[in-house]
């Protein structure tokens, strides 16, 4: 298998660990063993995702004499606040729709990060991949569409939510263009810093409107979110910095079937024929872009 298109499954197994925990956290949850858990705002869980992430990185930016603020401080600064906005509208989503609604649509970053590489890095689409991008954005419709069929609530997807997802993705779309710019110039160390050195200081004034303490395994599975977040952002910047921006990020996609699958046995979630039908078109415009690129490539 190609490297880059490893790094990005690993990345997205560790991305789809922490939506989890984002999710289990988001809502008064009681696990299997009585234990109750309290629930949590969005903006706290990126700000302690994003303190751990710090951590790690300052440590390891120090530890290996790594200029601190990198070089191309521009792009690290668009990397650094797209992947913010991108991160803190996606946990929030997370909290009000199906965790397989809301990752499918945040999947629609690669189809961003190739759309926007077309004027920022130059990188060449074909004609046809066009097709399926539109299928691909067509999925998002008929998600949306599922408000003027059905009147059971559990049936029925937010279009305003469903929006803020579309607009998360674009911004991350935004922060792995950002990634490959400074391919030549940063060490990936360094751009992953750049995201929590940002988010940091903004979540934690927020979070003086609002914070619930933890309590208990709340502070490992905090700790746990951050981690993980940590080893995905790695195994990202590595598979950006490994293989064109076209190739493997539609890779992510393979995020969704793992979190239909979490979210039904997981949190219960049934989703309606529509919904199955839009994610899976979704999916269906992703393959088509990876088939064409490849064949491209060769």
């Known amino acids: 298998m190609n490297k880059g298109i490893f790094l990005i499954i690993l990345s997205g197994i560790s991305f789809m660990i922490v939506n989890f925990l984002v ?52 792009w690290l600064l668009v990397r650094g606040i797209s992947g913010t906005l ?28 190739v759309l926007l590489a077309t004027f920022l890095i130059g990188e060449r689409v ?3 991949q066009w097709i399926f991008i539109l299928i691909s954005f067509s999925g998002v419709l008929l998600i949306a569409f599922s408000k003027f069929i ?46 929590p050195m940002i988010a940091t200081p903004i979540m ?8 619930t303490f933890p309590q208990g395994i709340e502070w490992l599975m905090l700790l746990a979110i ?13 598979a950006l910095h490994s293989e064109s921006t076209s190739v493997i990020m539609p890779f992510q996609y393979l995020g969704a079937i793992y979190a239909i699958v979490i979210g039904y046995f997981a949190f219960d979630e049934n989703l309606s024929l529509l919904v ?9 415009g992703v393959l088509g872009n990876v088939i064409l690129r490849k064949k491209g490539s060769n």
């Not at 991108?86 to 909290?95: K, V």
């Open 23 to 74: 999710k289990l956290l988001g809502t008064e949850t009681i696990l299997p063993n009585g234990i109750t858990l309290q629930k949590y705002p969005a903006h706290e869980l990126v700000l302690a995702r994003s303190i751990v992430s710090f951590s790690i990185s300052a440590y390891i930016i120090r530890k290996r004499k790594i200029s601190f603020f990198g070089y191309n401080h521009s």
């Open 86 to 113: 991108a991160l803190t509208i996606f946990f929030y989503t997370l909290h009000h729709l199906p965790l397989a609604v809301a990752s499918t649509v945040q999947y629609l970053s690669p189809i961003f990060t």
């Open 126 to 128: 074909f004609k046809t």
């Open 150 to 195: 059905y009147t059971d609530e559990s049936m029925i997807i937010s279009p305003m939510w469903l929006g803020l997802g579309v607009i998360s993705a674009g911004f991350s779309g935004l922060a792995y263009n950002a990634i490959v710019r400074l391919k030549p110039t940063d060490e990936p160390i360094t751009i992953v810093l750049y995201f």
């Open 204 to 211: 934690a004034f927020i979070c003086l409107f609002e914070f």
């Open 226 to 238: 951050g981690i993980f977040t940590q080893i995905a952002q790695i195994l990202l910047t590595r």
């Open 276 to 284: 199955t039908i839009g994610i899976s078109t979704i999916l269906i």
